[in-house]
């Protein structure tokens, strides 16, 4: 298993045990549940001299329905999403940002969460 296969499957572990939040592997795959997260593929940097990668930027969604309580379910569980994130040793997360999400489905409110991971 490459680093960042393992990388992968630490978040997607760390995500999987924020309650209430259904989390998701396949970025193209509908979201039909009331919050998710979804890992997106990483951007990648090499350091000179080394023959892979030795960090990984990741894209995870914090994605919830379309209604009127949207915004405030995003506000709530933006920060479990984040101390999940942020308790792996090898893994912080940079920012949040606001955005809608489109796969197999209507544009969903979500947060666009970047964390660093260390290969």
Not at 97 to 109: F, I, R, S
């Amino acid at each position: 298993m490459s680093a960042i296969e393992e990388a992968a499957d630490d978040l997607l572990a760390a995500l999987r045990t924020v309650e209430g939040v259904w989390a998701y592997s396949d970025p193209g795959a509908p979201v039909e549940v009331p919050a998710a997260t979804v890992l997106g593929p990483p951007a990648l940097t090499w350091e000179a001299g080394c023959g892979g990668p030795t960090s990984a930027r990741w894209l995870v969604y914090l994605v919830v329905a379309a209604d009127e309580t949207a915004l405030a379910r995003l506000w709530a569980l933006l920060p479990a999403v984040v101390a999940a994130i942020d308790a792996l040793p090898n893994a912080a997360v940079i920012r949040a940002d606001p955005g809608a999400y489109l796969a197999g489905g209507p544009e969903l409110p979500c947060y666009e969460i970047q964390a660093d991971y260390a290969l």
